[in-house]
């Protein structure tokens, strides 16, 4: 089925359609919350509230990520088990390769390669772990305001990265250029993509999957209408998912050709870029 669709990826029209929003959860306390327990116990300039004040930056921290890992569609309980997703761990390895990866989980090793987790952060966050997990020496008011501030940091800046990606995408290689007046009688141009076209979108709102949508036989053309009966669900175990995220995060189009299963080397996928 997948190879039968019919694509000219020499010559690609991409529109980039619905940025995903902010990340939801049904976690009983949110990373938000965290972070506000983090800097009352701050306020508190105790021994024992510096040390909860790190503390609960780090609970901010983990948090998030898994806030993340859930709305990127994985079960963010059974991530860390060596037995679990086996092909995303195998993706994280090959793209993580060559890269200090000491002190960080899984989880923020894939948060970094959709970009999703600020590089900067990183190897903050990877200090504030140690300096938690292994020295256990008491802190002081400047580490534990440093604490805060990192956490602060990611949680937001992760947040906003997610909630500004675009979750879903459409192209094809069947597209005009049509020309209409404008209330004020000025023409203006602009692509629209005929059947058959494809529209890949993760929808964590409503059930958290990646579907490959199959618009075809149709006598309508996008943007009049995106939604067709879906060809492809990619599941969290299967080795296109994370292909698949990281087209949408990475905006590395080139990449869609393996989603189909089309033998083509990436350097040869050509397309225009139309944002809707």
Same mark, same amino acid.
């Given at each position: ?6 694509? *000219? ?8 359609? *619905? ?72 993706? &994280? ?75 879903? &995408? ?36 409503? *059930? ?38 990281? &087209? ?29």
């Amino acid at each position: 089925m997948k190879q039968d669709i019919k694509i *000219d990826w020499t010559n690609l029209l991409l529109m980039q359609h *619905d940025i995903l929003g902010y990340p939801q959860s049904n976690f009983v306390v949110t990373p938000l919350e965290y972070l506000k327990y983090s800097k009352q116990d701050l306020k508190e300039e105790t021994e024992r509230g510096l040390i909860n004040s790190i503390g609960n930056s780090k609970r901010a921290i983990d948090c998030q990520v898994d806030l993340l890992i859930e709305a990127l569609g994985f079960k963010s309980e059974l991530f860390d088990n060596k037995n679990s997703y086996r092909n995303v761990k195998k993706f &994280i390895r090959e793209n993580y390769a060559g890269k200090n990866s000491n002190g960080l989980t899984d989880k923020l090793r894939l948060l970094q390669i959709l970009n999703i987790a600020p590089v900067i952060l990183i190897s903050q966050i990877r200090n504030l772990r140690n300096t938690i997990e292994h020295d256990y020496q008491k802190p002081n008011k400047n580490s534990a305001e440093e604490a805060v501030e990192i956490a602060e940091l990611f949680v937001h800046a992760s947040g906003s990265i997610f909630e500004n990606s675009y979750g879903s &995408i459409v192209f094809g290689s069947n597209f005009k250029i049509k020309t209409e007046l404008t209330v004020e009688k000025k023409p203006f141009s602009y692509y629209t993509l005929l059947p058959e076209y494809c529209f890949l979108e993760l929808n964590h709102y409503r *059930d958290k999957k990646l579907r490959l949508h199959l618009i075809k036989n149709s006598h309508r053309s996008f943007p009049a209408t995106h939604y067709g009966e879906p060809i492809i669900d990619f599941l969290p175990e299967d080795k296109l998912y994370p292909i698949a995220l990281k &087209i949408l995060f990475c905006e590395e189009y080139q990449l869609l050709p393996q989603l189909l299963e089309h033998e083509i080397d990436s350097k040869f996928v050509k397309y225009k870029l139309d944002d809707i």
